[in-house]
């Protein structure tokens, strides 16, 4: 199955932040810089994360944050491995549960490929 994505080295890094925030505004520098988003991108990716958590509670805690697909100019993944974790908010879970993620796992995905029927 063809879905259109696939990893990027330009969208990987292995290192620190000190929260979920610098997470995502690292991810969201290298997209623009490799000109994967437009400007705004980190914006939208905190802005969604603050309303949908995307933390996963995973033998491998990990959390999938993406923006909305307006955002996009091509599609791909992004992975950051953290060391020390950092923690997000539990997807589906209350205000107050966190999960201290180690993998992060970052969907640039445009309007094409969010609407495939094959995902």
Known sequence: METGLKPFPQLCW???????????????????????VRSGFGEALIAREKEYPTGLPTEIPLAIPHAYPEYIIKS??????????????????????WLSVKLVVLMVVTQEIAHNSDL
């Open 14 to 36: 292995i290192g620190s932040a000190i929260d979920w925030k610098e997470v995502l505004l690292k991810f969201s520098d290298m997209a623009e810089k490799n000109g994967f």
């Open 76 to 97: 791909g993944v992004g992975l950051a491995l953290l060391d020390p974790p950092v923690t997000f908010r539990q997807m589906g879970g209350e205000e107050d549960q």
